[in-house]
Nanobody
Framework: QLQLVESGGGLVQLGGSLRLSCAAS????????IGWFRQAPGKEREAVSC????????NYADSVKGRFTISRDNAKNTVYLQMNSLKPENTAVYYC???????????????????????WGQGTQVTVSS
């Protein structure tokens, strides 16, 4: 079974940067669409970004466009989320998730909901102080 482990979270000041990693084991990550989601206390889980299995297509939530960049290195079985210009409202637990060929990620539609993804990591806390 595919297992995902996030890392790279932490405490950062307003305007700072973090790079999250999502490392996979058990299966080849390149077979899956990968999404990053986040959940703040008292709020619903929301989509942040996604990347297709080949890495050729990506998508971002409007709130992070221009500041966050998703990428993948299938040889390392790892997906990254580079987060720049962080704001306090970005504070949340960030999760990576994997979905099979049925999960679309690209410019033709918004990021599919969290319920479409089959495998999840345990999450990593990101806290942005003002």
């Amino acid at each position: 079974q595919l297992q995902l482990v996030e890392s790279g979270g932490g405490l950062v000041q307003l305007g700072g940067s973090l790079r999250l990693s999502c490392a996979a084991s058990g299966y080849t990550l390149g077979d899956y669409t990968i999404g990053w989601f986040r959940q703040a206390p008292g709020k619903e889980r929301e989509a942040v970004s996604c990347i297709s299995s080949s890495g050729g297509s990506t998508n971002y939530a409007d709130s992070v466009k221009g500041r966050f960049t998703i990428s993948r290195d299938n040889a390392k079985n790892t997906v990254y989320l580079q987060m720049n210009s962080l704001k306090p409202e970005n504070t949340a637990v960030y999760y990576c998730a994997a979905g099979d060929y049925r999960v679309y990620c690209g410019p033709l539609a918004t990021i599919q909901g969290w319920y479409e993804y089959d495998y999840w990591g345990q999450g990593t806390q990101v806290t942005v102080s003002s």
